[in-house]
């Protein structure tokens, strides 16, 4: 497996015993035997925040040249575009047709139609057999097909894989059929609001931290209203991924041609690139200068469960302290290969365990809350540190504990109580 997804092999592995998946590099013969043809190719960003689309253009252009006549076909696109680019491939598709059958093309039938994606890494599998909703949009010739195709996952009556069982009381999946264009707009528009709803939490957060009271059961305070609702409010380092930044960009971009400003998803972005200053601002405190000192990183990845080191705040956390003359020691359960291969000048010290991290360093820095982490032995990790400070970069360990373990404690959002001891009594103090 390319990448690190739960249960993602299991699955490959269940399809191939049943016969039901192929991975082939021409794209003839399948195009031609398919009556649904996804697209879900890679739409990354430009500099200037537009979405490139030279993937989604190639793929469309060869779909239709791979097409005959002998029967309609739907092309769903997957991939996350902008706003309008259904008829981008409606009109890629008919390029490619011509090109392949000059003078019958009028045969060859076919219709677009958007079914956008909203999987979370590192759940994957689950997001898309036990999904939230179900969004369609497109013509009612592609509807009928796609409704057949997505019935057993609408209904939920197929059997649901051993290693991943369907969660109790799941019945029916919402469909939302709609237009193309709304259909295109509803992916961009729920990113957004997440990324906001996490931008808001951390802004609450900072409050918080700075009045004295604490966020996390202030988010379970608002998140009761069902009008709010709990989810994607944990305070942290700012989110990050291939998807939110990325998404929000692109919308910013779309509304720009279209004369608009959307001041509160500049906002959500500008919030989220302050977040990520927290950590360095926090070892600052405590330590003054940062020059000399080794500090290590719990997680690399971008959030649990993934591998994915795209737009990670570790990778900026790190970097920036390499600039500042720090020695930044990292573990990572899963990603630290990836990080090695892909960011080969991130002078990182990768390390085999938190405890080799933890060793003679003068900070320790969760930034992935990776679920052994949470289980650490405290005392243990401060015993071998330098200095037991500890900034939490996702709250996931117990304040309480923590410094009971003789940690000087940070997290975000979280009341500063009398600080225990920052110098650890077994180690002579260098300061
Ligand atoms: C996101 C969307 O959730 C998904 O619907 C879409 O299809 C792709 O983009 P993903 O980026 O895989 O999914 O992960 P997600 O779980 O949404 O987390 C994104 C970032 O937000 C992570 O960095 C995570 O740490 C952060 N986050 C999430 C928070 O900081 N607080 C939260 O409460 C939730």
């Known amino acids: 497996m390319p990448i690190y997804e739960p249960h993602l092999d299991q699955l490959l592995q ?13 794209l003839a013969a399948p195009a031609a035997e398919s009556d649904a043809i996804f697209i879900a190719v890679g739409t990354p960003s430009m ?43 409606e009109t890629l598709v008919r390029e490619g047709i011509r090109g392949a059958h000059p003078g019958n093309q009028k045969r060859i039938r076919f219709g677009v139609a958007s079914n956008p994606e909203f999987l979370r890494e590192g ?37 649901a894989p051993v290693f991943l069982p369907r969660p109790a009381g799941m ?11 709304s259909a295109e707009m509803i992916k961009y528009a729920a990113n957004a609001f997440l990324a906001v709803k996490i931008g808001f939490a ?23 209203d069902g009008r709010i609702g709990a989810r994607f409010l944990n305070p942290g380092l700012g989110w990050g991924g291939s998807c939110f930044g990325k998404d929000i960009q ?31 601002q926090k070892l600052q405190e405590k330590l003054f200068i940062l020059k000399g000192r080794t500090i290590a990183l719990l997680g690399l990845a971008f959030k649990p469960e993934t591998d ?15 600039q500042m003359g720090v020695r930044v020691n990292a573990y990572d359960p899963i990603a630290m290969e990836s990080c090695r291969l892909i960011h080969p000048n991130l002078k990182i010290h990768y390390c085999e365990s938190p405890q080799e991290a933890a060793e003679e360093a003068d900070a320790l820095v969760l930034v992935t809350e ?10 243990d990790l401060a015993k071998r540190m330098c200095r037991a400070i500890l900034v939490d970069g996702r709250n996931l360990f117990d304040p309480e504990v923590a410094r009971r373990a003789g940690f000087d404690y940070s997290g975000i959002g979280r009341p500063q109580r009398a600080a225990a001891r920052t110098d650890n009594p077994a180690i002579p103090s260098t300061i």
């Open 308 to 322: 994915d080191l795209r737009d990670a705040p570790a990778l900026q956390i790190a970097e920036r302290l390499l």
């Open 250 to 280: 692109s919308l910013l971009h779309t509304a720009r041609e279209y004369g608009y400003q959307s001041r509160m998803l500049e906002a959500a972005l500008e919030v989220n690139r302050a977040q990520r200053q927290l950590v360095i």
């Open 202 to 224: 951390n802004e609450i957060a900072n409050i918080c931290e700075r009045v004295g009271a604490d966020a996390l059961e202030v988010m379970s305070g608002i998140g009761l």
């Open 370 to 379: 990776w679920k052994q982490f949470a289980g650490l032995d405290l005392a």
């Open 171 to 181: 019945s029916r999946v919402p469909v939302v059929t709609t237009t193309l264009t």
């Open 14 to 26: 269940l399809a191939a015993q049943r016969g039901g998946i192929d991975f082939i590099t021409d």
């Open 47 to 89: 500099s200037t925040g537009e979405t490139n689309l030279c993937y989604l253009e190639a793929a469309a252009r060869s779909i239709g040249a791979a097409m005959d006549d002998s029967r309609f076909r739907v092309v769903v696109n997957k991939s996350t575009v902008p706003v309008g680019s259904g008829n981008l491939v």
């Open 123 to 159: 759940c994957a599998i689950a997001d898309s057999l036990y999904p939230d909703r179900i969004v369609l949009g497109a013509g009612e010739e592609c509807m009928q097909v796609l409704r057949e195709l997505y019935q057993l996952l609408v209904e939920q009556s197929f059997e």
